[in-house]
Structures are given as C-alpha cells and as structure tokens.
C-alpha cells in the first residue's frame, strides 16, 4: 500500500467511515473524505494528515454524486477502495411513519449506495483491485419494530450488493457489505439521548456484551477494501458481537 492506493469514503467525516479512512491512511493510503457536513469533513481530514483530503457529496442528490466524483477524479487517477458509509436513521412506528420518513432513509442509504457505485465505477475498474464495501446492518436480516425505513433500506443494500458483485466482476471490482451490530458513533449517541435506544438491552442480547467501537468495523471494512479478500465478493459480513447468531431463547 502507497498513496497513490486510494479510498473513497462517504460518510468519511464521523464514526465508521472516518474510522474506516483513519484506518487505510495508518497502512499508508490516501483518503477522500466526502460528506455533506464540510466543515466536519474538512476538520476530520486535518486529523489525518496530508494523505487525505475532503470534498462535498449529498448521496442523496445525483447532480451532486456526480460533481463529486468528476472533482475525485480530477486528481485521482483511480480509486481502491470506496466505502458507502453516509447515512441516517429516522425511527418511528410503522403506523405512524410518514412518506418523507421512510422515503429519506430509503433514498440515502439504498438510492445513495446505488448512485455513488454507478459514479465510482470507471474509477474502480482503472485500479484492477477495486473493492466496494456498503454499510448493511443486523437490520439487514432482523424485524426490528419502529425501524421498517432502515431495515428496508439495508436488506436492499445487502440485494444491491450481491448484484453488483455478479455484475463488476468482469471488471475486476469485488461488492461486499458488512453488517455492523450496535457501535458507538454520533449515529447511536443522537438515538440514544432520544430515548430511542436503550443500551442495556442491546448489550444483554449480544453475546459479547457491549457495543462495537468504530475501529472494530473499521478493521473487518479494511479486509474487505484491500486484496487480502481478493477471492470474496457479493457476502455480507456480519461484525455484530454474536447479536444475530444469539440462540438463547429456553
Ligand atoms: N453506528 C451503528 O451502530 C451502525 C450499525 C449498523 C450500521 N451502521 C451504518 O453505518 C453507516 C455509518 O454510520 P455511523 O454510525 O458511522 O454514523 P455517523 O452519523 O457517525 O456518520 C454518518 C455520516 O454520514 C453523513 N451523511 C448523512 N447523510 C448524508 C448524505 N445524504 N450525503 C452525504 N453524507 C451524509 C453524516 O454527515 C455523517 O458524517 C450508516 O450507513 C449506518 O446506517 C451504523
């Protein structure tokens, strides 16, 4: 790995995708942070040094994925890796959930995912070791009430990326996702001071008994971008402490 080995983060200003940038940059790759929120991508590349760099990327607005990706590759030559870590939750019954509440979460995690692949995809086949790694969830293969946008949205990124497994192997590009259990990130703080998340409950349930810290997904992230994975391609790994193999129901 050199700096020329590039990876692509969205989200790459906080949690899981800045701990996935943090990560490639230690082994001695660059990063591009893209995120909407700027000023906190802008900060978060400081952190890493001049390995790595930050621009704006709405997922959820095509034009933008677009722009992003013509200004990536107006330095970039190519890209290694790309993590599709942007994302939301928007918790509510099912009963009450509004369109715009599940409509949003559906167009920023599956829509999102979908776009930047597509704006990514020319640049990933120049690397001949491209590797896409998306974001799913354990709500990508459990009910979870009061969750039907999120787990909608990443039981569709698990379909989305099995597809484009089959159909970028052609192009030497490899499509996997992980599936984080509970982590410790903005993401859950926010659901957590909302009352919208208990910790005691979920760290009873899983086997290892606590939540994940971001550099623990980030690690399993890091398997799956660099060519020490290069026979895997359309699986769905589960880094979630045991929490969707959890039996114990006597
Ligand atoms: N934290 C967890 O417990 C957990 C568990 C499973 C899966 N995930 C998934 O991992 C991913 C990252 O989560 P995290 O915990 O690091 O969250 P986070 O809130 O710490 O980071 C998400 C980042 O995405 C950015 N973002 C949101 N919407 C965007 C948009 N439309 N365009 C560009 N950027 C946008 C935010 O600004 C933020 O920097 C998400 O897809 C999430 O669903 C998280």
């Known amino acids: 790995m050199n700096r020329e080995n590039v990876m692509a983060v969205t989200g790459g200003a906080s949690g899981i995708g800045f701990a996935s940038a943090s990560k490639w940059v230690e082994q001695g790759g660059s990063a591009v942070l893209l995120d909407y929120d700027l000023a906190a991508a802008q900060r978060a590349s400081q952190d890493l040094g001049p390995a790595a760099r930050a621009l704006y990327i709405d997922v959820a607005d095509a034009q933008s994925v677009v722009q992003a990706f013509a200004d990536l ?14 994302g939301i939750a928007r918790p509510a019954p099912s009963s009450e959930m509004t369109e715009d509440e599940f ?4 167009d920023i995690h599956v829509n999102g995912t979908f776009r930047v692949c597509q704006a990514a995809r020319k640049l ?13 969830s354990v709500a990508a293969i459990a009910g979870m009430p009061g969750r039907a946008n999120y787990t909608a949205a990443k039981s569709a990124i698990a ?13 030497g590009i ?5 599936g984080p259990g509970y982590v410790r990130t903005p993401f859950t703080d926010v659901l957590i001071g909302q009352g919208k998340l208990r910790t005691d409950g979920i760290e009873a349930r899983t086997p290892l008994g606590r939540f994940a810290q971001p550099e623990e997904i980030a690690n399993v992230i890091h398997f799956l971008a660099t060519t020490d994975s290069s026979y895997v391609t359309g699986h769905l790994l589960m880094a979630d402490g045991g929490l969707t193999v959890q039996g114990d129901w006597y």
């Open 73 to 86: 590759a107006a330095k970039e030559q190519r890209i290694d890796a790309l993590v599709n870590s942007a």
């Open 103 to 106: 409509g949003s979460v559906m």
């Open 124 to 136: 990933l086949s120049a690397s001949g070791r491209g590797s896409i790694v998306n974001l799913a």
């Open 159 to 171: 379909g989305l990326t099995r597809t484009l497994a089959v159909e970028w192997a052609p192009e």
């Open 174 to 178: 490899r499509v996997n996702a992980v």
